[in-house]
């Protein structure tokens, strides 16, 4: 914090020569002049100090027959002095960063992502007609009329986004999988997990949910055409479902923690296995410990051409351990028990799933009952991920909404 302050309000690098440096030091010190980050060598010190300290020191020269030299100005002050002498370079300065800030408003860059079949030139195309295109301000471009432009007018195209990173636009684009339907069996979309439906794209097939809908694990809500309707040309199911998902964990521990401390005694036991036999060659076949910690080990020789060893050993180190215990506060057990069950949810979820929410409930907070020691927590979190899975479903039984065995 010092050092801001002392950049703050500026101050310079000196040199002190001469032969009384001592008396210049002790004089400078006994009338209030602040001197910092003092290093002597020889007949020389070099110092930090205030401007008005560095004109103070003057009158002391001439009683120490010492020199003061500034070497350095440093901090804010003299900054802003410099400026103030360069004008012109300020007001450049200025107006270049509001230049471009002007221009960082503009898209100059299109980007396109996905599109291996529909022509790269024919997307932009279609784009600029919506209103998207080089040299545009950003806030005068409507994508959600972009995006649709794309899914109506190009065929290939199922699904389009468009997404802003500086003065780049992206147009992410999904195209329509062109498979051959088997004449008995048809892919529909089923829910990878419970949700609550928060957006809804249909790419093809016909929708048996929407948005605002909680759906169950395993239900189905896009099916093929032909599986609800024989009249019309089979299709695979395709779309997006993204839906609020929930998870729950819990976890509970004591306030007292065992620790456990190995003494340094160990027993040792050498085993011979024969088949599926085991015989004690050396040491004893139970631990000679109260308490201890067991280390199995277990060796066999390395096979002989086409001969398999009959026989391995077992090394089994019994360590002694001495029990004590550690206390700790509630709150740092709660703390503990969140951030496992925080780990251990996160771990189970899909790769890219962000939480939306989280909500920890101490359960002695809500029963009101304490079991001595015991701490127990139940963690919530809300997500947000696409819960929308392909499976393949017997036109019969797509038909009556049953899933494939």
């Not at 020569?17 to 060598?41: F, Q, T, V, Y």
């Not at 957006?199 to 809500?221: H, N």
């Not at 099916?223 to 839906?243: E, N, S, W, Y």
Request: with cysteine; charged share 30%.
């Amino acid at each position: 914090m010092t050092k801001s302050w002392n950049y703050l309000f500026g101050y310079v690098i000196i040199k002190i020569e001469g032969p009384h440096l001592e008396k210049m030091i002790n004089l400078a010190i006994s009338r209030g002049i602040d001197l910092w980050d003092i290093k002597r060598a020889d007949n020389l010190i070099i110092a930090k100090t205030r401007i008005q300290s560095f004109r103070n020191l003057k009158p002391l020269v001439r009683k120490t027959k010492c020199s003061v030299k500034m070497l350095r100005k440093v901090g804010l002050p003299f900054i802003f002095f410099r400026l103030g002498k360069r004008k012109g370079l300020v007001v450049a300065g200025v107006f270049f960063l509001a230049i471009l800030y002007v221009l960082s408003s503009f898209i100059w860059f299109i980007e396109i992502d996905g599109n291996k079949k529909v022509a790269s030139r024919l997307i932009l195309k279609i784009a600029a007609e919506a209103g998207l295109e080089s040299g545009i301000l950003k806030s005068k471009v409507d994508t959600k009329r972009v995006e649709a432009a794309l899914v109506a007018k190009l065929p290939d195209i199922g699904w389009a986004g468009i997404n802003f990173h500086g003065t780049k636009a992206t147009i992410q684009v999904e195209e329509r999988a062109r498979v051959e339907i088997d004449k008995e069996k048809i892919q529909c979309m089923v829910a990878a997990q419970d949700g609550l439906i928060t957006q809804f794209l249909v790419i093809s097939g016909q929708p048996l949910v929407k948005e605002g809908d909680t759906v169950k694990k395993g239900q189905m809500l896009i099916t093929g055409t032909k599986a609800l309707d024989k009249d019309r040309p089979p299709v695979h199911a395709r779309g997006r479902v993204k839906a609020r998902v929930w998870y729950d964990c819990y976890k509970e521990d004591y306030l007292k923690e065992e620790v456990r401390i190995r003494t340094g005694q160990v027993a040792k036991a050498l085993w011979l296995k024969i088949g599926d036999k085991f015989y004690l060659l050396r040491g004893t076949d139970k631990s000679p410990y109260q308490d201890y910690d067991q280390e199995i080990v277990n060796r066999k020789l390395p096979e002989w051409k086409e001969y398999k060893i009959p026989f391995s050993w077992r090394i089994v180190n019994y360590y002694e351990v001495k029990l004590s215990y550690k206390e700790h506060s509630l709150e740092e057990i709660k703390k503990k028990l969140r951030d496992e069950a925080i780990r251990e949810l996160v771990a189970g979820l899909p790769q890219g799933t962000k939480i939306t929410s989280e909500e920890v409930i101490f359960l002695e907070d809500i029963t009101k009952k304490r079991i001595p020691g015991l701490v127990r927590v139940k963690v919530s979190i809300e997500t947000l991920e696409d819960i929308g899975k392909i499976e393949s479903f017997i036109l019969e039984d797509a038909r009556k909404g049953r899933k494939k065995k």
